[in-house]
């Protein structure tokens, strides 16, 4: 039995290969399915019509994330205008996030695959593919006739060290540049930041064992020789041991990689000793998630740090030899137009080497979600199915809502003029 797993254009400046797409078509090769993976957003825009015109995979995953539910759904159009025996699944955080409503809107999609879906979806393809029925699969949603079945949650993969390393042979990975050396070592975070959706590694961590993450760091090496490497989890030093055994286990190596982090290292969990074992493991930058320069607003969204912590782990990495980005975000829960100047304070007392800016955009399930609904007025924007939904770090983003105390022509004029004084000095990532 043939599947074949798409990723959709997704306007990232930066594509890195789909890791979520490669471990599904590594859990589904191990049970002896044939997959083939198109990743949209580097290979050639005729890629899938010319797979289509020679192969007929009986099922076909899309994978849906915000900001490109437009293109996963002209994938499915295009996969059922040829072959509409065909059966369409959907999955990703788009998916996770939309549930049934997404089925309900979109006939053309027969099932989603919710959360985590590495179990899942082999169970799943072998249900089709031994034409039993779909009642019972945990994390599935499914089109039973005319009726639209939602079977119980599965909880979230407990032992990652049971999952095979993602099927990067199935990727283009020349095509990804220096970014194609990208890991997950842990999912989940348990921290509740008000903006944050996990609505598919969940909130509880769970950590690679350190064994597992050097081997597989060793296996993008010899195979793909990757000189830069970057992680990707949503808290990484959750588990500071851990975290401190795969770094003694890459200088013991001596693997002589650049390590960026571009997640997942909080302010509140860096020690100068860890910092330094960072250091002579490779790192050259660590990205802080502060959202925030205002102690207030920190509070509000729940981040759960302050800015002594954020100004002292800013000074230990720079003093590690280590660049120190961060991310701030404009139009958190709170914040009016003084988030500017704001921010030119708190760039004027510490130094930072780069900052990745966001218009705060709420996601649907999330407190910033709510919030927005009690304290907000929605703007002219489809909050249904989220199509018009922005790419919050680019340019051109554009706010969704607005409060009285911030209306969306000044929060679209803070975020403008923030990214002109961030790139006038050399800042703006």
Known sequence: ???????????????????????????????????????????????????????????????????????????VNKVIRDFPECFVVAGGPYASIMGEAMLVGHREIDSLVLGEGEVTFVELMERLRNKQDLNGVEGLIFRDGCKIRSNSLRDPVEALDGLPFPAREKLPMELYGENAGVLFTSRGCPFQ???????????????????????????????????????????????????????DGMIAKKLNLHLYFWNGIRVDSVTKGLLS??????????????????PEILARIKKGITLDQVD?????????????????????PGDSVKVVDNVRKFLDRVKVDGVHLSLATPIPGTEFW?????????????????LDWPIDDVEDAYPVFETPEFTAEQRKEAFQETRKYLAKNGLLL
């Open 1 to 75: 039995m043939k599947a074949l797993l798409v990723q959709p254009y997704g306007k990232s400046l930066f594509p890195v290969p789909p890791l979520g797409l490669g471990y599904l078509a590594a859990v589904l090769e191990d049970r002896g399915f044939e997959v083939k993976i198109i990743d949209m957003n580097v290979e050639s825009s005729t890629v899938l019509e010319e797979f289509l015109s020679h192969e007929l995979p009986e099922v076909v995953g899309v994978s849906c994330v915000i900001g490109n539910p437009r293109q996963a759904f002209a994938v």
């Open 193 to 247: 930041c008000v903006f944050c959706s996990r609505s598919v590694f969940g909130r509880r961590w769970r950590g690679h064992s350190p064994e597992y993450v050097l081997s597989e760091i060793e296996y993008l090496r010899k195979h793909y020789g990757i000189s830069k490497l970057s992680f990707l989890d949503d808290n990484f030093t959750f588990d500071l041991d851990r975290a401190e055994k795969i770094f």
């Open 277 to 294: 074992k960072m250091k002579r493991a490779g790192c050259v930058a660590i990205n802080y998630g502060i959202e925030s320069a205002d």
């Open 312 to 332: 002292e782990a800013i000074k230990m990495t720079r003093e590690a030899g280590m660049r120190a980005n961060v991310f701030l975000m404009i139009g958190n």
């Open 370 to 386: 709510r919030w927005a609904n009690e304290n907000g007025h929605w703007l002219a924007y489809d909050q249904k199915e989220l």
